[in-house]
């Protein structure tokens, strides 16, 4: 794919990534799989936003927002989060933002981790495509790359 780009997030992003965020497919997969309101996510994303301790960028595809992810880092090692946009689902968008987070984390997280639960299988490829290694915790899956 020609013409990706990752950009840090912007306050512009907020309403964007809280659509995804609340589309019924990534509620279905998130861990809190309830709906967010807009005042909640809105303290949320400023926080991230001025959190140190958190990498936190958009994916475009020709200049439009396609993903997102978050690398939040606690004692160093990064917890990964992401989303793709509804529009660009099936189009290998997963597996560049992990890839994306991966080149993002160098030098600065000693390893990353991202936690998939059991009924996605898309997620788990693009783990697994981006050079992850799973781990099995119960019945959900913990993806492990390091040293990084």
Same mark, same amino acid.
């Given at each position: ?6 950009? *840090?997030?912007? *306050?512009? =992003?907020? !309403? %964007? ?19 967010? =309101? *807009? !005042?909640?996510?809105?303290?949320? $994303?400023?926080?991230?936003?001025? =959190? +140190?301790?958190?990498?936190?960028? #958009? %994916? ?25 946009? +509804? %529009? ?5 968008? /997963?597996? @560049?933002? @992990? &890839?994306?987070? #991966? &080149?993002? /984390?160098?030098? &600065?997280?000693?390893? %990353?981790?991202? $936690? #998939? ?10 783990? !697994?495509?981006?050079?992850?290694? !799973? $781990? &099995?915790?119960?019945? =959900?899956?913990? $993806? ?5």
């Amino acid at each position: 794919m020609d013409n990706i780009d990752i950009r *840090p997030v912007c *306050p512009d =992003d907020c !309403e %964007l990534i809280l659509d995804w965020r609340n589309d019924p497919e990534s509620q279905k997969q998130s861990y809190n799989s309830s709906v967010i =309101d *807009p !005042e909640t996510h809105r303290a949320w $994303f400023e926080r991230k936003m001025k =959190d +140190p301790a958190c990498l936190f960028y #958009v %994916l475009t595809y020709d200049g439009t927002p396609a993903g997102q992810f978050r690398i939040d880092i606690r004692n160093g090692i990064g917890e990964i989060s992401y989303t793709v946009a +509804p %529009l660009y689902r099936g189009m290998g968008i /997963g597996t @560049l933002l @992990l &890839k994306s987070a #991966v &080149k993002t /984390g160098k030098g &600065k997280v000693n390893a %990353l981790i991202g $936690f #998939v639960r059991s009924g996605n299988p898309a997620s788990k490829r693009c783990f !697994e495509k981006a050079g992850f290694t !799973e $781990f &099995k915790t119960g019945d =959900d899956s913990c $993806f492990i790359m390091m040293p990084l």
